[in-house]
């Protein structure tokens, strides 16, 4: 991973989201719009993990996504597909004149995005059998790279309704292992 200074549109959410993640966010509010076109032609935009929590009020790092795809929902709301790409560290914050936030961003090195060959035959067929119930799930991945224990276990945590503060833990470096034991015990109940 190459390391990059950049300055970036933040969007504050409570959406927990690791690299090759995808999700679809609903945008209505006229600043989000503008960060949308601003994203759109730039180099998209970080999603700032964001709870009501105080225990995540000093969040440092996002999620770095681009926009792959545009859609209108039936309610006439723009609706947007972002994958992750990377998680930043951030390094500031700047706000703008339409109560836009703009950080200054680094890279910063995840294990889910370090390639690893092996299988979790347990964890991987119950997250198929996710994706094959959950239509909208479903249709976000094109890709569902399930041999992959590391992309598995990122999906999972993407996808567990626990507590943001819990899954905030789970995004240094090296705490994959932590990652998939967590995962195992509540998935297989161990």
Known sequence: ??????????????????PNGI????????????LVKIASTEQGFIILLNAKSSSLTEI???????????DEG???VLEIDVQC???????????????????CVKEKSHW???VNHIKLSELSSSLEDVFKNNIMLNTLYNEKPTHNASWVVARWLELLPIN???????INDHSYQDAE?????????D
Do not use: C
């Not at 991973?1 to 690791?18: D, G, T």
């Open 112 to 114: 889910s995005q370090k």
């Open 181 to 189: 034991n967590f995962v195992h015990a509540i998935i297989l109940n």
């Open 1 to 18: 991973m190459k390391a990059v200074n950049s300055r970036l549109p933040i969007f504050p959410l409570p959406v927990f989201l690791l």
């Open 164 to 170: 943001l503060a819990i899954k905030n833990t789970f």
């Open 74 to 76: 039936e309610d006439g």
């Open 23 to 34: 999700t679809r966010l609903r945008i209505f509010e006229p600043r989000y719009l503008k």
């Open 85 to 103: 790409k990377s998680l930043v560290e951030i390094l500031s914050i700047e706000n703008e004149k339409e109560q836009l936030n703009f950080g």
């Open 60 to 70: 440092k790092w996002g999620s770095w996504v681009d926009i792959i795809n545009f």
